[in-house]
């Protein structure tokens, strides 16, 4: 599925604007319903079948649930009618503390406001907000068990219901004009995953409140360190948990790399090589601005290419010199520019120009692509990480947990455009937990000029052979592929 929109009657223009330019330039097919007068639907970019589930509900369910062969929509829609039940049955209880959490939208000042005992007409707010929001608890709750990556939207008795799963892998936003209209993509705001929200169609007002059991809320307060004899067994426990990680995608089938040739690329492919079958292909996309061989990561590309080849000479390995001229890109900048909304800074254009491309590519491949987004977040790649190692694991998790609002609704939808998957191995949230429990010296190495950030994945490059890559400066997707250059100069 590429996307999905919920909207009120009252804000159907808008979202026929939307539709008209969706269809022209994204999906070939689109599934819509309409049940008092909400009006949903469902974008694809093939024949496969998907539409919204409309009962005495209306579902629209963007998600993996990994491990498992029954659908998510299908999984999704028996939790939703098990708490409607309870709702109707009474054992739906209101907690009244929730109250005491629940923010309004302000549509003068696009801040959100406290809603507290000096709201107007509190009593009422309590009754059916809090309410409510207990119901959307409830939801959350379940869903969050199975499924890592999705966004959802729910109406019902008049009702809009919708969040995203906890570290904010999917593209979910609101736009409020009159009505209110929820999608996964050109919206103003992008849905915070802390928050589940609630839109009352009734008094068109739009709330939110904090997820009792929000992942990062808990893991900041009982993260502590690991300790153990020495680097190799830190080096061990990382590789093992990153193995571990990628058995949870349960890839069968051929699958595609975003490849840089740098440290988070190599050690996607390293991971996958050992956990799949040697007759499954694993494609290799280098996508390069200005010229064939000119750029940072097409030389280095290459390089690990034949590493790759050299030290695994069972495993078929196909490198995709991915090149793009300025024809092409402005043939597709104003898509480009409508998929990264509303980020909308020349690195967000950048970043958004390389991976649109990449994706393209990729797309004739496999819909299993694999991307490095998180690596740097979470094991120290940023020059900013070595100024004060006192603060390391602040910033670390300052970092990882307000990446959705930074890269992943962006990225999300830049990929889901060519009706891929892709895979954030280094967001696995066990692989997180993990890896905030290291040492600081096993983030960043003060001691080196060479292996200084990053450094237990350089042990991991160097433990497999590949010295040359754990030596690597970091490279900056927009720069190794020369992307900062072709926007510099096409569009200055």
């Known amino acids: 599925m590429f996307g999905m929109i919920m909207s009120t009657q009252d804000s159907y223009k808008e979202t026929k604007e939307i539709l008209n330019v969706t269809v ?20 694809l970019k093939s024949n496969e079948y998907s539409e919204p589930i409309m009962k ?10 990994y491990n498992s062969d029954i659908s998510e929509n299908k999984s999704v829609s028996e939790i939703i009618e098990m708490k409607i039940f309870n709702l109707n049955n009474k054992n739906c209880i209101c907690d009244c503390d929730i109250f ?29 907000i809090g309410l409510e929001l207990t119901f959307i608890h409830e939801i959350y709750n379940e869903i969050n068990k199975d499924i890592a990556d999705y966004s959802t939207i729910l109406f019902y008795k008049n009702f809009i219901y919708f969040f995203k799963d906890d570290i904010g892998k999917k593209s979910l936003g609101f736009s409020i004009n009159n009505g209110i209209t929820v999608s996964s993509f050109d919206f103003e705001n992008e849905v915070d995953p802390s928050f589940l929200y609630i839109y009352s169609n009734t008094a068109k007002q739009l709330f939110r409140t904090k997820k009792f059991d929000f992942y990062f809320s808990i893991l900041k307060n009982s993260t502590q360190n690991i300790f153990l004899e020495n680097e190799t067994n ?8 990153l193995i571990s990680s990628m058995r949870n995608f349960n890839i069968k089938s051929d699958c ?17 090589n050992q956990i799949l079958p040697e007759n499954i292909c694993i494609y290799l996309i280098n996508t390069s601005f200005l010229g064939d061989k000119k750029q940072f990561d097409r030389k280095m590309g290459i390089l690990a290419f034949k590493e790759l080849k050299s030290n695994y000479k069972n495993r078929k390995f196909i490198f995709i010199e991915n090149n793009i001229d300025n024809e092409n890109i402005l ?13 909308k800074t020349p690195m967000d254009l950048n970043i958004g120009m390389t991976l649109f491309f990449t994706a393209k590519e990729a797309s004739k491949f496999s819909p299993n692509c694999f991307v490095g987004t998180g690596a ?7 020059k900013k990480f070595r100024k004060d190692i006192t603060k390391l694991k602040s910033m670390i998790f300052d970092e990882v947990s307000g990446i959705w609002d930074r890269n992943l609704g962006r990225d999300d939808r830049l990929l889901s455009y060519f009706h891929i998957e892709p895979f954030f191995l280094f967001l696995d949230k066990n692989l997180i937990e993990i890896s905030l429990q290291l040492p600081e010296d096993m983030l960043i190495n003060q001691n080196s000029q060479i292996y200084g950030n990053k450094y237990i994945l350089r042990k991991i490059l160097i433990k ?6 754990a030596g690597l400066i970091k490279k900056a997707m927009q720069f190794g592929s020369g992307a900062y250059k072709v926007s510099s100069l096409i569009f200055k």
């Open 24 to 43: 022209f330039n994204y999906a070939s097919i689109v599934n819509e319903k309409n049940k008092n007068n909400i009006f949903s639907y469902i974008f």
């Open 331 to 343: 043939k597709n900048i104003k898509i480009i520019k409508n998929l990264i909304f509303p980020k």
């Open 464 to 469: 497999h052979g590949f010295n040359r890559v």
């Open 100 to 128: 005491q959490d629940i923010e309004k939208y302000n549509e003068n000042n696009y801040l959100w406001d406290k809603v507290n005992n000096n709201f107007e007409n509190p009593k009422n707010i309590r009754f059916d």
């Open 376 to 382: 740097d977040e979470l094991f120290g790649g940023y």
């Open 56 to 65: 005495d509900y209306i579902l629209l369910f963007n998600g993996i649930k």
């Open 256 to 272: 595609v790399v975003f490849f840089s040739g740098g440290i988070d690329s190599m050690i996607l492919v390293i991971i996958l």
């Open 234 to 241: 830190y080096v061990n426990i990382i590789e093992n948990q």
